[in-house]
């Protein structure tokens, strides 16, 4: 069983940065696959960001290319989600979510999540 709380959301301008924390509890939070999922209004949950066992393999969502930085520091059990030069088409609630096994980017493949952190931006 795992259990992660999000935090470091808020309300910021267009082209600010804001980074965003999971803490997860246990002791085996270097056996899960990590990653950050988000939903705006009225859309479906999107994956943004998932990051390997190691921090070493990371994946990324097109939109969020360049601008985006997953990591974990797996002696503090916690996942990062570094967000720069953010866009309000980024406004949404961020999820952090963690599996087993391989990396997947489909919501549907991730046995636990957190309580969600809202992101805004205004332009």
């Known amino acids: 069983q795992v259990q992660l709380v999000e935090s470091g959301g808020g309300l910021v301008q267009a082209g600010d940065s804001l980074r965003l924390s999971c803490a997860a509890s246990?002791?085996?939070?270097?056996?899960?696959?990590m990653a950050w999922f988000r939903q705006a209004p009225g859309k479906e949950r999107e994956f943004v960001a998932n990051?390997?066992?190691?921090?070493?393999?990371?994946d990324y969502v097109d939109s969020v290319k360049g601008r985006f930085a997953i990591s974990r520091d797996n002696a503090k059990n916690t996942v990062y989600l570094q967000m720069d030069d953010l866009k309000p088409e980024d406004t949404a609630v961020y999820y952090c979510a963690a599996r087993l096994n391989l990396p997947r980017r489909l919501a549907r493949d991730y046995i636990y999540w957190g309580q969600g952190s809202q992101v805004t931006i205004s332009s």
């Open positions: 246990g002791r085996t939070f270097n056996s899960y696959i």
């Open positions: 990051i390997g066992r190691l921090g070493v393999m990371t």
